[in-house]
Nanobody, 119 residues
Framework: QVQLMESGGGLVQPGGSLRLSCAAS????????MGWYRQAPGNQREFIAT???????TYADSVKGRFTISRDNAKNTVYLQMNSLQPEDAAVYYC?????????????WGQGTLVTVSS
């Protein structure tokens, strides 16, 4: 089992920046990728970005050029640098880890961290 702990959310003005962190613990050897999702009130959870163990990245079109995902594999930590934040980016951001458990993918989730974008 893997536990994920996010940090770094908060209040930021439009155009500002935030950096989210997510530290994994437990059976981290089962992790194959780590990423971020978000969920705004009344909306479904949506994919933001992911990075594989090999360093390949994928981004949602809505954040390309503004958000950057990175990982420190030695610390089992994934980061999300968010620049040029807009009110529509406000949401609860969830860390995700894809786990390889007996050749099946299992998803682990953090508890979420709130990002508020407002002047």
């Amino acid at each position: 089992q893997v536990q994920l702990m996010e940090s770094g959310g908060g209040l930021v003005q439009p155009g500002g920046s935030l950096r989210l962190s997510c530290a994994a613990s437990g059976n981290t050897g089962s992790i194959v990728d780590m990423g971020w999702y978000r969920q705004a009130p009344g909306n479904q959870r949506e994919f933001i970005a992911t990075m594989t163990n090999g360093g390949s990245t994928t981004y949602a079109d809505s954040v390309k050029g503004r958000f950057t995902i990175s990982r420190d594999n030695a610390k089992n930590t994934v980061y999300l640098q968010m620049n040029s934040l807009q009110p529509e980016d406000a949401a609860v951001y969830y860390c995700n880890a894809g786990l390889n458990i007996f050749v099946r993918r299992i998803d682990a989730w953090g508890q979420g961290t709130l990002v508020t974008v407002s002047s």
